[in-house]
């Protein structure tokens, strides 16, 4: 039948007296750890606390963990190698491992006053008279609670020495009965992460038809982290099988915790390490039934003597000391050396060779001859009588030789422990100093290191900031000649389109690039190519007179209202004749003007002539022959003739338009139909016509159809350099 598993689950390096216990009372241990213990984040405050120690009426230690760790800040506020703790500061804690633990360090009655529930001094065993039954021992604040005088701790400083968290029920109590609690913490729980191998053997335990386990227990917390864990690592089939395992715990405020999470099968036990070790055994032999009939265990190590005989056996096991006397002398026996007991023990119990020759001879000669007489027959009965009681006083003999050997070797195994032991200790002891030294140094090369850290993040801060502003000032000016660049092209682009000035927009890109030339950085490379493209572009473009073709347009607009229309032709030279002729008069007026009886002379004659001539041309005027194509041109009137020449304005005008629109359909067709109404309605055989005709020919010659490039590459380049 395999044996029994306990798995203890106290804080790793806090559990050896306990696990070598249950080791010895032949119980397989686990350990799995479901608390980790370790220095406050901030001792700070239980630093200034110590430091003022003296001034405070009662110190409150609610776990051996606080002693330890408040001991060791004293020590190193005290900056001595062993803490001194004041004679008069009252001290008080909460179970037998914290008196265990004071009394280690030196603080014990009757030099201090140590104050702790009732049991505590005799570790929760109840055999004194003055202990109380262990079916009614609690370790906890209620416990001390009632040990304390509230009255005389009303109005004087109480400081209570704890762990992160924890319940404050003594402070609440301490409070309301009119003392000044300080609470600080000495150290801190977390949550430790239990190792691979340790939860492959806690899934072999819950696997069907394995060795049963039960958990040991010894704090609310620690049944808290194990629900925690267990969902988190184990499957739903392993978590339920978990909770239907046996658990063992010290008090009913953990049973409680215990049967609230889902753990169904709690089972109390008695304060401290005996208690729990006396349940454990107690769930072991309910497990194992009934021991079997025949001689009870010897010791711990539950080894028995053989005999050869059961005759034989009877009377050495009287003679000799019961082997439980050996490590009753040796309470605190190791496994290892129990091992080499039960070795001993068993070699020892082997009868020697010689004996068994003794008896082997006695035996030979005991058989009598063949065809002896009645009478000879009783000397070999005596004979065999007497040498059985012979091997039965060398058996004796040897047992007890085996006996007092064995007995040495324990005694010197046990000394040569003891040695080691207190070499142990003092090697602890002086491991403990080197540590507190090496953790007061290492505090000092951490506040070095800290200062050192803010110094070096504060250089960085002033270096980013001045990285940041530099940055700062860059990027305007970047943007600033960024916008410059962009406004020059924007608007080049924009009169190129609207007045295809090629030269412009050539001019703005070429003063673009030097610009960007002097900048002289890389980010402007890709902007440049393209502005370099855009300028072959423009140089490439073809050069077009639009505006000298939109002034000939202007010179024969301008003209348009003194062309001689086919109608009135004669009537326009008649009256620049008439025009003439008025001039010549007045001037022969002027001239004649000093000799007045020469004109009245020759007024007679002149007068005659006029008149003939002004008869000679009314008669011209009567008939002509002129041969012309559109008989509508001689029908016009005077008002038609006007809106004739506005009409032809106002094609021409929208010919200039077109032309500097760059709308060439519209030009072209507009510049026809005004040279068509010319040629229609105007005389083409006058110089003036001729001219204005020569003239649209001209514009129209001139009005080359240029397709003009666009600055898109450069200003999408622009865009693209400024999204960067």
Not at 84 to 99: D, I
Not at 214 to 221: F, G, H, Q, Y
Not at 295 to 318: D, F, H, M, N, Q
Not at 381 to 400: F, G, Q
Request: charged share 20%; glycine share 6%; aromatic share 4%.
């Amino acid at each position: 039948m395999p044996r029994p598993t306990v798995v203890v689950t106290r804080p790793a390096g806090q559990s050896r007296q306990l696990t070598e216990a249950l080791q010895g009372a032949g119980l397989d241990v686990l350990s799995f750890p479901l608390l980790a213990i370790g220095p406050a984040a901030d001792d700070a405050p239980l630093r200034a606390a110590l430091a003022r120690l003296d001034t405070f009426a009662l110190v409150v230690f609610v776990s051996p963990n606080a002693i330890a760790f408040a001991l060791d800040a004293l020590a190193g506020v005290q900056g001595s190698a062993v803490a001194r703790w004041p004679a008069q500061v009252a001290v008080a804690v909460v179970g037998p491992a914290s008196v265990a633990a004071l009394a280690e360090r030196g603080i014990a009655a009757p030099a201090y006053r140590v104050i702790a529930p009732a049991g505590a001094s005799a570790n929760g065993a109840g055999h004194d008279d003055t202990v109380p039954d262990a079916e009614v021992l609690r370790f906890d604040s209620e416990a001390l609670w009632a040990q304390l005088d509230p009255v005389a701790l009303a109005g004087k400083p109480v400081l209570i020495i704890r762990g992160n968290g924890g319940r404050d029920w003594l402070g609440d109590r301490l409070r309301e009965a009119g003392a000044r609690v300080e609470a600080v913490e000495a150290y801190q729980r977390t949550l430790p992460e239990p190792t691979a191998m340790q939860w492959q053997a806690v899934r072999d335990h819950l696997l069907p038809g394995a060795a049963p386990h039960a958990w040991l227990l010894t704090s609310s917390e620690a049944v808290r982290n194990l629900d925690v864990l267990a969902r988190q690592h184990l499957s739903p089939q392993e978590d339920a099988s978990l909770r239907q395992v046996q658990c063992i715990a010290p008090h009913a405020r953990i049973a409680e915790q215990a049967l609230a999470l889902g753990f169904a099968h709690i089972q109390r036990a008695a304060p401290g390490d005996a208690g729990l070790l006396a349940a454990c055994l107690q769930w072991a032999d309910a497990y194992a039934g009934p021991p079997p009939a025949g001689p009870a265990p010897a010791g711990p190590a539950r080894s028995s003597l053989p005999a050869p005989t059961a005759a034989a056996a009877a009377k050495p096991v009287e003679a000799t000391p019961p082997a439980a006397s050996v490590p009753a002398a040796v309470p605190a026996m190791s496994t290892k050396v129990e091992r080499v007991t039960q070795e001993t023990t068993s070699s020892s119990a082997t009868p020697p060779p010689g004996a068994a020759s003794v008896h082997t001879a006695q035996s030979a000669q005991a058989v009598p001859p063949q065809g002896a007489g009645h009478a000879g027959a009783a000397r070999p009965a005596a004979r065999r009588s007497a040498a059985l009681w012979a091997l039965v006083a060398v058996l004796v003999v040897a047992t007890a030789g085996g006996f007092w050997w064995l007995q040495q070797r324990v005694d010197h195994l046990t000394g040569e422990l003891a040695r080691r032991q207190q070499s142990n200790d003092a090697l602890v002891q002086e491991s403990r100093v080197l540590t507190r030294n090496a953790q007061d140094t290492v505090k000092e090369l951490q506040a070095k290191v800290g200062a050192l850290e803010n110094q070096v993040g504060e250089t960085r801060d002033k270096q980013v900031a001045l990285e940041q502003v530099y940055q700062d000032l860059m990027r305007n000016r970047d943007d600033w000649e960024i916008a410059e660049i962009q406004q020059l092209l924007t608007s080049a682009g924009q009169q190129l389109q609207l007045t295809g000035n090629v030269q412009v927009a050539l001019a703005a890109l070429q003063s673009a690039d030097a610009r960007l030339a002097r900048a002289d950085k890389p980010q402007y490379n890709l902007l440049r190519r393209a502005i370099a493209r855009d300028v072959a572009r423009m140089k490439a473009v073809p050069d077009t007179d639009l505006t000298g073709a939109a002034i000939k347009l202007d010179e024969a607009i301008n003209q348009v209202d003194a062309l001689p229309l086919l109608s009135s032709e004669r009537m326009l030279e008649r009256s620049e004749a008439d025009a003439r002729k008025g001039a010549a008069a007045n001037g022969g007026n002027g001239a004649n003007g000093a000799s007045a009886p020469a004109a009245a002379s020759g007024s007679g004659a002149g007068w005659f002539t006029r008149f003939w001539d002004y008869l000679r041309e009314e008669l011209a005027q009567v008939i002509r022959i002129r041969k012309v194509d559109d008989a509508e041109a001689l029908l016009l009137s005077g008002d038609q003739g006007w809106f004739l020449r506005e009409n032809v304005k106002l094609r021409l005008l929208n010919a200039r338009l077109a032309l500097l629109s760059r709308n060439e359909p519209v030009f072209r067709n507009d510049l026809a139909a005004a040279q068509a109404m010319i040629s229609r309605y105007f005389d083409t055989k006058s110089r003036r016509v001729q001219g204005v005709l020569t003239l649209l020919r001209q514009a129209q010659a001139g009005a080359v159809s240029v397709q003009l490039p666009t600055m898109a590459e450069s200003l999408g380049a622009l865009q693209a350099l400024k999204k960067e």
